[in-house]
């Protein structure tokens, strides 16, 4: 039946042409914006999948950053009790040189003073970002002895975890303004009384020009060197810990790295479009556009062959 009130062709023609221009305008935008899940409205357990993970990568970031100032605070208190070691070294070999008898202890006692203010300048030095881990005041009320780098950002459940590394001051700090606790100015008095002393005291702790050759005083300086001794050891476990902290964010930084980088696949796997298949189909809408257009057409004009019933 042919009618003017209600033409099928053209309600079809035009409905499947709406329906192609719906398809051509979600292809275009998303080959503009790139994503196949821009909103949620595209795919809401997608949209929500990848915006949460797009978080916890921003949190990796920080953390990333976090690990970068960790990195180069342990870094410099570890470059600090490297450059503090060769110091008492160089004290050590004084001191032995000291117990040759017929030695002019003044003369050596004045180098070691020098080296006692080297190996101060060195720990006040040894500050990044305002923290200094070598030269501490324990008496602050905002002393912490144990420093925490934050070291990783995890979701278990919807339950947020921040993993930390722990580093004790207690077995890294040279100095302690506050107690005289740290490794480099714990005071001493030899068995026999002749010398108070600390490795890195005051110019006047440490002073073995009042030492004679006598059997105490030789007695004296050879446990002073025994003390100094026992102070490299303990500073090469302080170094040692510091080494091994280093050398653990370096790895925790490359995971961190590898961590963010696979979840930006993950979310691209999830929300990303795949360009060439849009490319492809953007070509087929447009020709079917084209069509469409061309269809509505021709059912639009039928009407008018109706005219020709009434000449």
Partial sequence: MSSINTNVAAMTALQTLTQTNKQLTATQNRISTGYRVADASDNAAYWSIATTMRSDNAALSTVQDALGLGAATVDIAYTGVNSAIKVVDQIKAKLVAARQPGVDRNKIQTEISELQSQLRGITASAT??????????????????????????????????????TIDLAATKLFDSNDQSGVLDTQYT??????????????????????????????????????????????????????????????QQDFVKSLMDAVSRGVGQLVDADMNEESTKLQALQVKQQLGVQALGIANS???SIMQLFQ
């Fill in 128 to 165: 990044f970002s305002g923290e200094n881990w070598l030269s501490v005041d324990s008496g602050d009320p905002g002393y912490n002895a144990s420093k925490t780098i934050v070291s990783s950002f995890s979701r278990s459940g919807g339950v947020v975890t921040i993993g930390t590394i």
């Fill in 190 to 251: 030899t068995t026999n009384g002749g010398v108070t002393y600390s490795v890195a005291g005051e110019l006047d702790a440490l002073d073995i020009s009042v030492l004679t050759n006598s059997t105490d005083d030789i007695a004296d300086l050879e446990e002073i060197i025994g003390v100094v001794d026992a102070a490299l050891s303990a500073m090469t476990d302080a170094a040692t810990s510091l080494g091994s902290v280093k050398a653990r964010i370096s790895i």
């Fill in 302 to 304: 039928s009407s008018q």
